[in-house]
């Protein structure tokens, strides 16, 4: 999966320095099928992007705003079955105003 397109697909005006900042963070993720796709179904792959991007990488701290962010990227992402993380990520962080954050 090229990555670097999926987020473009989503973000086309997204900046090529902070996505490859975002490829390279992600890089070991990427390489396993499994670890490179966000279900949003599961309840448990949500708390991981609530709790180790949202907070801990990218420092928000504001569980409503978060929330609002994985539930708008979900709704953009919607009817894709094989969601990118590093775009599922790229998008979170951009309805937060926290791109500068990786």
């Given amino acids: ?3 670097a397109a999926e987020i473009k697909k989503y973000a086309p005006e997204a900046d090529e320095a902070k996505v490859n900042a ?3 963070y992600l890089n070991i993720a ?3 099928r499994d ?3 966000v279900s949003s179904s599961d309840p448990d792959e949500l708390k991981t992007v609530h709790n ?3 907070k801990k ?3 928000v ?3 409503a705003a978060i929330d609002a962010a994985i539930k708008s990227t979900v709704e953009k ?3 894709n079955n094989h969601k990118s993380r590093a775009a599922f990520y790229y998008l979170v962080a951009e309805e937060l105003g926290k791109l500068d954050a990786f």
């Fill in 1 to 3: 999966m090229d990555h």
């Fill in 22 to 24: 975002l490829l390279k």
């Fill in 30 to 32: 990427l390489h396993n």
């Fill in 35 to 37: 670890s490179a796709l």
């Fill in 52 to 54: 180790n991007w949202a």
């Fill in 57 to 59: 990488k990218l420092g």
């Fill in 61 to 63: 701290t504001d569980d």
């Fill in 77 to 79: 992402m919607k009817g």
